[in-house]
């Protein structure tokens, strides 16, 4: 069957596909052929005989051993050919005992491997990448002149012979960028593992899921082990998993423009651990039973938005921003917290804590935080702390300790303005230098 052009020939700007319907790109591949028979060059079909399929349902048939050799074939027959296009696979289970690359030597364009949904589609992952993590290359692989990459409404599950789950990963991109959308990932270490510097990164819809009561010791949903820009993680699930979305080991200025939105966390040891960012958006989450639900320390120009945390557990804290490093004058400064909702289990410490003596220009406003140890902490100078509602209990002096605080002021919090919070039963703590304290309601709630 004759190739005319690239279906899928959208460069980095492939947010064409995240708003093309179906519809459409059935019919961009319908239009790309002109009949005859033998493997279509912009979509090939995977079936497996397990399933029941057939040769005559599919373009490649695997037989439920090493299908890694099927599939692999399907996606050669794409990239080899410089054509771009998507490998869809048929309902079924299919077991990977080798990494599929979609790697190519000269530039492709947008590739795309897709099931009919990630309750019906499979990839049985049995790939142990060891502990170099640099190296990984984990159940999918993208890497070399693929301009954009897709992966979508499919499952990758570890396998049960895996002996160390921290070591596998599901999706692997070295530099390429990928939209991820529809899929579930569940008995790995990562399902979504940036190994080097990377632009464009999608992820939508997806579950990230371990097995138990509790999170899983070395488990991600999401991994970044370089510098990541123009990235958006929207409606996604993280459960049992002990990072929702890490990302902590780029160079500060070169991670930016980051976005997390209306994400749900449950019961994970950190739901957020984003360091290091210029431009990081987090707006619209909820964390349940986390123990430090949004760690996000370190960044500049940061807001954080209308999320929710609801039994913050263990020691933890419900949002951990400033910090100013050593080496930077720019990190931890000119964030913005504002309508969030914060809810301690009785075993928390801090509900807002804005450290770092180096960094300034925090705006702390809107927040509900109740049942922590210390409501609101403040060490970074020049903040504006105002219009809060922080207490505990029923807002009776009697529900604080002698180490229970309401607002915190270090004496590193010089020139900050604490105006207009309701802070029953607990007066605010600590007087820094030039500190503006005024309109702020420590009167007991009526019994």
Not at 342 to 356: F, K, M, P
Request: charged share 15%; aromatic share 8%; glycine share 14%.
């Amino acid at each position: 069957m004759s190739y005319s052009g690239p279906v899928y020939a959208f460069g980095n700007n492939y947010e064409k596909f995240e708003t093309m319907r179906k519809t459409d790109i059935e019919e961009a591949i319908a239009s790309a052929s002109s009949g005859g028979s033998g493997v279509r060059t912009c979509r090939v079909v995977v079936g497996s005989q397990s399933a029941g399929w057939t040769q005559d349902d599919c373009d490649y048939l695997c037989d439920g051993n090493n299908d890694e050799v099927e599939i692999q074939q399907a996606i050669n027959s794409l990239v080899n050919k410089q054509s771009g296009g998507e490998v869809v696979l048929l309902a079924g289970e299919y077991n990977i005992k080798a990494s599929l690359e979609f790697t190519a030597s000269a530039t492709t364009p947008f590739v795309v491997i897709r099931g009919s949904s990630p309750g019906l589609v499979t990839l049985l992952s049995d790939i142990q990448d060891g502990s170099n993590s640099l190296s990984a290359k984990g159940c999918l692989f993208f890497s070399g002149n693929v301009e954009g990459a897709a992966v979508c409404d499919l499952e990758i599950k570890g396998a049960s012979t895996l002996t160390q789950v921290s070591n596998a990963f599901g999706i692997v991109t070295d530099g390429i960028p990928v939209l991820v959308r529809g899929c579930k990932f569940s008995g790995i270490g990562a399902g979504l593992f940036i190994r080097s510097d990377t632009s464009g990164v999608r992820v939508f819809d997806c579950d990230f899921i371990e097995d138990g009561e509790t999170y899983v010791s070395n488990t991600n949903g999401i991994n970044a082990r370089a510098n990541v820009s123009d990235m958006m993680v929207s409606n996604c699930r993280f459960k049992n998993v002990y990072y929702g979305v890490y990302a902590s080991s780029g160079t500060f200025g070169e991670s930016e423009k980051v976005s997390v939105a209306n994400c749900l966390f449950d019961t994970c040891y950190f739901g957020l651990y984003l360091r290091q960012f210029i431009g990081l958006n987090v707006s619209g989450c909820e964390a349940f039973a986390c123990r430090t639900p949004y760690n996000l320390e370190s960044n500049c120009g940061m807001t954080v938005v209308g999320n929710v945390a609801r039994g913050v557990t263990n020691n933890g804290t419900g949002i951990s921003a400033g910090t100013g490093a050593v080496g930077s004058t720019e990190r931890g400064r000119h964030n913005i917290i504002v309508g969030n909702y914060l809810q301690s289990d009785g075993t928390a410490y801090t509900g807002i804590d804005y450290d770092g003596s180096s960094t300034f220009g925090g705006i702390i406003s809107g927040n509900t935080v109740v049942d922590f140890t210390t409501g609101i902490k403040v060490a970074s100078k020049g903040c504006c702390v105002n219009g809060n509602i922080v207490h505990r209990g029923t807002g009776q002096t009697s529900d604080y300790s002698g180490s229970d605080f309401s607002i915190s002021l270090n004496t590193g919090a010089v020139n900050s303005v604490v105006v207009g919070n309701v802070l029953p039963g607990r007066v605010i703590t600590g007087s820094p230098t030039g500190l503006v304290s005024e309109s702020n309601m420590t009167d007991p709630f009526p019994a």
